[in-house]
């Protein structure tokens, strides 16, 4: 489930929250950190309950139609289009993902306001609409349509990023990633499925989750050694006017480049260029280019960074 770009992105949480806390310690920085990724999960999970839950909503709203004193002919025989998606009745039927809810303790039972009010949103949407007036029917019609209406419109809607945003600090840089996890999960779903499959947390090899480990120890344990090196090259800095955030980026780009001999060095030099643009301040970027650049050329040349196989290509 979890990119190299994302699992960055939870060390640095971790190293800087553990930085922010002067009476942490490194166990609770380390649990901190494993429990920023089981809340990505979660995330996920309930962007899949959400769709179920629109489904529901989706039927309330017929049923509601049918009990009024003065139903109208649209009222008598509604547009079922929706409620029959084919993927979506397979999300909404799904043992698997009720399984792992049920052991989470995951669902939107508080939270049938926002439930009902993103449902109103969704019908008056033009992805919704033009579903509903599509006279196409089939399994992929009903797949993309899908996709198309959680990419467009449910994911967007502000009412659920703000819901998002209080729920964890940590949930608004994980929800582009959820999303697009739940997007391959829809795209997984066949004609003849009668469960979702749903995403690992990770791949079966274990090397992602053995490149969280040995980024988020190698940074803390060469901290103080590279503390040195990073105030040596920048020659018109201390390590007291470095942005704590660029610090941290600089400690991990080179505990990086020491550790993983396979990621090439321009992998690793333009991650934390791109993650200094968006964590840190507007020269940060520059300033992290022009010390790794620094940095990675003396450690090439006195062997303190080799790379062998994938890692010597570019």
């Not at 306001?113 to 449902?119: G, H, N």
């Amino acid at each position: 489930m979890f990119n190299r770009r994302q699992l960055r992105i939870k060390v640095l949480h971790a190293l800087y929250a553990l930085h922010a806390d002067k009476g942490g310690s490194v166990e609770e920085s380390h649990k901190f950190l494993q429990s920023s990724l089981e809340k990505t999960y979660e995330l996920y999970l309930l962007l899949l309950l959400l769709i179920a839950e629109l489904q529901d909503a989706a039927i309330e709203r017929i049923e509601a139609g049918r009990l009024k004193q003065q139903p109208t002919k649209e009222d008598l025989h509604p547009n079922t289009k929706f409620v029959n998606n084919k993927p979506l009745r397979v999300i909404t039927k799904s043992k698997e993902l009720a399984k792992e809810a049920a052991n989470r303790k995951l669902g939107w039972g508080q939270e049938q306001d926002l439930i009902k009010r993103l449902f109103k949103s969704l019908v008056a949407s033009e992805e919704y609409l033009a579903y509903m007036a599509n006279e196409e029917r089939g399994f992929q019609h009903d797949r993309e349509s899908l996709n198309r209406m959680f990419r467009k419109h449910i994911v967007n809607d502000e009412g659920l990023q703000e819901w998002i945003e209080e729920q964890s600090i940590l949930w608004s840089d994980d929800l582009d990633l959820a999303s697009s996890i739940v997007l391959k999960t829809v795209k997984t779903i066949a004609e003849d499925s009668d469960d979702v499959l749903l995403s690992d947390m990770w791949k079966e090899d274990g090397d992602d989750r053995q490149f969280l480990e040995d980024l988020y120890s190698k940074s803390l344990d060469l901290a103080g050694e590279h503390d040195a090196l990073i105030e040596e090259a920048a020659s018109n800095w201390d390590l007291e006017r470095i942005a704590t955030m660029d610090l941290l980026l600089l400690r991990m780009a080179l505990s990086e480049a020491r550790s993983f001999p396979s990621i090439p060095l321009k992998v690793t030099m333009n991650e934390y260029i791109d993650l200094a643009k968006f964590y840190s301040t507007d020269k940060s970027s520059a300033f992290v280019n022009g010390v790794l650049d620094k940095l990675f050329n003396a450690m090439t040349e006195d062997g303190t960074i080799v790379k062998t196989g994938r890692g010597l290509i570019g």
